[in-house]
C-alpha cells in the first residue's frame, strides 16, 4: 500500500515565522506535489518536483518554497507565516503507470496539513 | 487557464437513488480523467480512471465525451457510505504535466 505521510496534521503559528511542512512518501515515487484546499476554491497546486533537486512552480507559488534534497522527502516552506496562509495543505506523490499507448498518473495523498496562521 | 468545472452541489438523495455528476474541461488536449472521492477532513482517493469507451466498477460508471469536453459518473443504488464530496481530475497531457481539480460536488445520501 502506498503511503504518503505528513510531518503535522494541526499546526498553529504565528504571522511572520517561518513554517517547515514536512512530506514522506515510501513508495519510491518520481513525482511529489504540494496543494493547498480552501472552502470554495478547491485544490490548488503550490510546486511540485519530478526529480530530486528539482522543482516546478504550480499555480500559486507566492509566498512558498520548497526542497527536496532525497527522493522520499518533500518539504513546503513557508518564509513568513501571514494569515490568508491559513489553510488545509496536501501533499501527494505519484509514479508513472503504463496504460496502453497513454501513462495513466495516480496521485496519492497524505492526510493533510491544517495550518492556522494567527 | 486549464479549467474543471463541476455541478455546484450539494446533491442529497435517499438511499437506493441513482445520482449523476457532470464535468466540464477547457482544455481539448487534455488526455486522462479521473474521479477522486474525498470524505470529510479525509485527503482525495482515487475513485476510477474515466476511459474514452466508458467503464464501470460495480455500482460506479464513468463517461467521456470529448467532442464535448464533457465527463460524468453515475452512481446506481447509492449507500449512506457514498456520502462523500466527488472531485473531477484531469490530465492535460502524457508527459511531464499535473492534474487539474475540479471544485468537487458533494453527495449526501439520507436513510
Known amino acids: 500500500d502506498v503511503k504518503v505521510t505528513q510531518s503535522s496534521r494541526y499546526l498553529v503559528k504565528r504571522t511572520g515565522e517561518k513554517v517547515f511542512l514536512e512530506c514522506v512518501q515510501d513508495?519510491?515515487?518520481?513525482?511529489m506535489f504540494w496543494y493547498r484546499q480552501d472552502p470554495g476554491l478547491g485544490l490548488r497546486l503550490i510546486y511540485f518536483s519530478y526529480d530530486v533537486k528539482m522543482k516546478e512552480k504550480g499555480d500559486i507559488p507566492e509566498g512558498y518554497s520548497v526542497s527536496r534534497e532525497k527522493k522520499e522527502r518533500f518539504s513546503l516552506i513557508l518564509e513568513s507565516a501571514s494569515t490568508n496562509q491559513t489553510s488545509m495543505y496536501l501533499c501527494?506523490?505519484?509514479?508513472?503507470?503504463?496504460?496502453?499507448?497513454?501513462?495513466?498518473?495516480?496521485?496519492?495523498f497524505g492526510p493533510g496539513t491544517r495550518l492556522l496562521v494567527l | 487557464r486549464k479549467e474543471v468545472e463541476q455541478d455546484p452541489g450539494p446533491f442529497n438523495v435517499p438511499e437506493g437513488a441513482t445520482v449523476a455528476f457532470n464535468c466540464t474541461y477547457s482544455?481539448?488536449?487534455?488526455?486522462?480523467f479521473f474521479w477522486y472521492r474525498q470524505d470529510c477532513r479525509k485527503e482525495p482517493k482515487l475513485l476510477m480512471s474515466v476511459y474514452s469507451s466508458g467503464n464501470e466498477d460495480g455500482r460506479f460508471t464513468a463517461q467521456l465525451n470529448r467532442a464535448s469536453q464533457y465527463i460524468s459518473l453515475l452512481i446506481r443504488d447509492s449507500k449512506l457510505s457514498d456520502s462523500a464530496t466527488y472531485l473531477c481530475v484531469v490530465n492535460e497531457g502524457s508527459g511531464y504535466s499535473t492534474l487539474t481539480f475540479g471544485k468537487g460536488t458533494m453527495l449526501l445520501v439520507s436513510p
Open positions: 482544455n481539448s488536449a487534455s488526455q486522462s
Open positions: 501527494a506523490s505519484s509514479s508513472w503507470t503504463s496504460g496502453g499507448a497513454l501513462a495513466q498518473e495516480t496521485q496519492y
Open positions: 513508495m519510491d515515487h518520481e513525482n
